[in-house]
């Protein structure tokens, strides 16, 4: 069975830079934006769905006002849901099929637990993040501190809720990982890499 | 400043063989019992005071029947559990002054934060933790599999409270630590301390 890791990741916490640099240090397949490219692909969704609905919160799901815009009956958002995750996951399955890989995010710790991956959660303290947003996404500069920290609770939130309704877990919650790692400590990502790849091994 | 390691630990998680061995790898002073030996070396408490207090909640302390058992008065618990938190908490700072150390366990890394330990968290889900008691502790084997549950959740409860009352924070929850690590996935310890000591270094 191919050897399969999991990031999940708080906002800002550069989970994202620890699963690509894992990725590339381990010369295995990384997948991340390349879920939605798929996505966008081979299904029939509407790219600006797929990229509204990808990792948010699928319930109460669309208001009525949005969904129209997407040409979408207003009562039908968790059928419409649903079937937007059972693609979702049918792509990361085939991903992970195809060889060892790092997945980032998408609730692929769930999707794919009888294929037994490494899971890991990375986080970090609100101060550390909001550094690392201001540091590496451009969008954060047109915000204040208070605004990107309100973005960064919105996100999380709908992270939360994208888990907790597929995965009925906790996310976030220690013991649904088999690694939590803070990187308020460990702020040099590059530094980690070497001992991760070891311990994943 | 010296590089120290703590190690909290949920019961039969593997926590104290990960500090031991980890310390042992590193080649760098190891405190678990050692802080007990101390204790009974240079306070007038006595021994079975101090095995009694080691960990424990300390509130609402010593019923009155044990306190007069190690002839204390029995209204004056908080004073002395607060004396003893004191002078374990002199060892512990000492020890970790003298050199780089890992210290399991003991609120050391509370004690110790303004020397900005590595705090790791070792946890496991209560299969793993049961078989490795039974492999581990010959305790373990008076007990049936739902004594020795009971046993392992009223450890970790004093764990928790004892955590809880001296540090003022919730332990286990890994916004107070740097790495968590799930020994049910990871459950042959040898196999991680190489990877571990890359990343704590």
Redesign the interface.
Known sequence: MNRIITVSREFGSGGREIGRRLAEKMGIAYYDQEIIAELIKRTDFAEEYIRHMDEKNPIPLLPITTARTFGLPANNGLEQNLKFYMQESKVIREFAEKSDCVIVGRCADYMLREMNP??L?V?A?MESRIARCRKKNKDAETLNDRELRQKIISVDKKRARYYQFYANQVW?E??N??????T???SEIKA?I????????
Chains 1, 2 share one sequence.
């Open positions: 490494v899971r959660f986080y303290d976030g220690k013991e990982y088999d690694l939590c790692i803070n308020s400590r460990f980690i070497p001992g991760l790849e070891k311990l994943v091994k």
